[in-house]
């Protein structure tokens, strides 16, 4: 499996895309899929249509953009996500939520920048942390957060806790504290029907 996470550096922004779904990854491997294109077209199919001079200057423009990707990605290649990372994702929101609930804004940040890492997907991490920017005063950070969680697939289940916490911000009460419950904890395995899975239940 090591290896496949090697062979994404082929391709500029396919670590990104493949490993973690980036949307960066996504544009910087679209806009390098042009670039060839481009190149080859105006190399092999009409090259009459330019002068040598625009062709190599294309190629030269993409080999500069695959040597600099290439060695940004091996620099900053993603970590593997560890085996059980679903008992670990587990440990690590309860000890956000814990912290949160304590106030240390601090622990609960670190905790869930973790948990992120290894869970990038995690829809209720990402709304306890959502919240937790508005807790600390960071609102535009928080809202962008809340905006790009609605839109992601792991953000349906959270669609009614997300318009609370973005009615939160509109009515600028990022100072509140009632009713922060059932945002932070939102609890949807209970509200759809489905077993706790032990981490989340144990909010309640």
């Not at 330019?50 to 900053?76: D, E, H, K, P, Y």
């Not at 997300?162 to 209970?190: F, Q, Y």
């Amino acid at each position: 499996m090591a290896a496949f996470r090697y062979l994404t550096l082929i391709w500029p922004g396919l670590p990104w895309l493949w490993l973690r779904g980036s949307r960066t990854g996504l544009v910087l491997a679209l806009a390098f899929a042009v670039a060839v294109d481009v190149a080859v077209l105006t190399t092999f199919i009409w090259p009459e249509l330019v002068g040598l001079g625009f062709t190599i200057a294309v190629w030269t423009a993409t080999a500069a953009i695959w040597l600099v990707s290439t060695v940004s990605a091996a620099a900053t290649l993603p970590r593997p996500l560890p085996r059980g990372r679903a008992a670990a994702a587990d440990a690590l929101f309860v000890k956000a939520r814990d912290a949160y609930l304590a106030r240390d804004w601090v622990a609960a940040q670190a905790h869930l920048h973790e948990l992120l890492v290894i869970a990038p997907t995690d829809g209720e991490a990402q709304l306890l942390w959502a919240t937790l920017l508005r807790r600390v005063g960071r609102p535009t950070e928080s809202r962008q957060a809340l905006t790009q969680l609605s839109r992601s697939d792991s953000g349906r289940r959270w669609q009614a806790a997300i318009a609370r916490e973005l009615a939160l911000l509109d009515a600028g009460m990022a100072d509140a504290t009632a009713g922060d419950g059932p945002t932070l904890l939102p609890l949807g395995r209970e509200a759809t029907g489905q077993p706790d899975a032990g981490r989340r239940g144990a909010a309640a």
